[in-house]
């Protein structure tokens, strides 16, 4: 959590800088990602790993695969 609102505040200040070193969007989709992707896998590995810890493991490392990998891709 606290990453991301240093990332969303590092992002409000890089907006009014020249386009070369201007990153704003690419933060904002970041973060975006991450929000998205741990607020649908965090509570499909909390529902499906209350029995079997695996399941959860299991969601929880693709929900980080496909965040961090998303956000790579941007």
């Known amino acids: ?7 969303t505040w590092l992002s ?3 907006r009014n800088l020249s386009s070369n ?3 704003s969007k690419h933060i904002g989709f ?3 990602n991450i929000v998205l ?4 896998g965090l509570p499909v590995a909390i529902v ?5 810890p695996d399941v959860e ?4 490392a693709i929900s980080t695969l496909i965040a961090t990998t998303s956000s790579l891709m941007i």
């Open 1 to 7: 959590g606290v990453l991301l609102l240093w990332g």
């Open 12 to 14: 409000i200040q890089v």
């Open 21 to 23: 070193f201007n990153e």
């Open 30 to 32: 970041s973060i975006y």
């Open 37 to 40: 992707v741990s607020a649908i």
């Open 48 to 52: 499906l790993g209350k029995d079997n």
């Open 57 to 60: 493991f299991v969601v929880i």
